[in-house]
T-cell receptor
Framework: AQTVTQSQPEMSVQEAETVTLSCTYDTSENNYYLFWYKQPPSRQMILVIR??????QNATENRFSVNFQKAAKSFSLKISDSQLGDTAMYFCAFMNLTSGSARQLTFGSGTQLTVLP | DAGVTQSPTHLIKTRGQQVTLRCSPKSGHDTVSWYQQALGQGPQFIFQ???????QRGNFPDRFSGHQFPNYSSELNVNALLLGDSALYLCASSLAAIRKLFFGSGTQLSVL
């Protein structure tokens, strides 16, 4: 079984500044994906960024980037030039890609990020 | 192109009752997964449907059951409701071969 841990229940950042959200995971698998999802007050879970475990290069999507440390089982999210619309709950999630698995997501407990004007 | 749609958005039930939640997947998607998100927690996997069959199930009792229809839409049924079943129920759809899930806005279930 996999576990995902987010140790920062709440964080805040000034608009236009940079913030990093932490995530660690535990698995014995080698083939997996890692995700960061954003859940604003509308409750819809929105995919922010995805990282394939076999890729050494860190994923980047505009202002969002990750620091993926496979040996340390660490997967942090960096948000640059923070905007008020980034205020949301952020979830780290794991997907096992082993043959026969159901492609289910295992989520962490989330980090509530507030961007201050 | 409509995304994942769920109905109803809110629901209030009493203990012991039964409830049915509905989900229409994103156009072209053939796989539907259901998640339960308790207040202040991350979503927990309930089960996944593909080709009208339950493909995998999380750690949920048999009171939770589902169905997938030929048009890929899905229902989640919960029998004998408990207070602890109060949560946001999220539906996610995907293509079986693609590791990318799209979520709906959820159904907020309150059990009194």
């Amino acid at each position: 079984a996999q576990t995902v841990t987010q140790s920062q229940p709440e964080m805040s950042v000034q608009e236009a500044e940079t913030v990093t959200l932490s995530c660690t995971y535990d698995t014995s698998e080698n083939n997996y994906y890692l995700f960061w999802y954003k859940q604003p007050p509308s409750r819809q879970m929105i995919l922010v960024i995805r990282q394939e475990a076999y890729k050494q290069q860190n994923a980047t999507e505009n202002r969002f980037s990750v620091n993926f440390q496979k040996a340390a089982k660490s997967f942090s999210l960096k948000i640059s030039d923070s905007q008020l619309g980034d205020t949301a709950m952020y979830f780290c999630a794991f997907m096992n890609l082993t043959s026969g698995s159901a492609r289910q997501l295992t989520f962490g407990s989330g980090t509530q990020l507030t961007v201050l004007p | 192109d409509a995304g994942v749609t769920q109905s109803p958005t809110h629901l209030i039930k009493t203990r012991g009752q039964q409830v049915t939640l509905r989900c229409s997947p994103k156009s072209g998607h053939d796989t539907v997964s259901w998640y339960q998100q308790a207040l202040g927690q991350g979503p927990q996997f309930i089960f996944q449907y593909y080709e009208e069959e339950e493909r995998q199930r999380g750690n949920f009792p048999d009171r939770f059951s589902g169905h997938q229809f030929p048009n890929y839409s899905s229902e989640l049924n919960v029998n004998a409701l408990l207070l602890g079943d109060s949560a946001l129920y999220l539906c996610a759809s995907s293509l079986a071969a693609i590791r990318k899930l799209f979520f709906g806005s959820g159904t907020q279930l309150s059990v009194l």
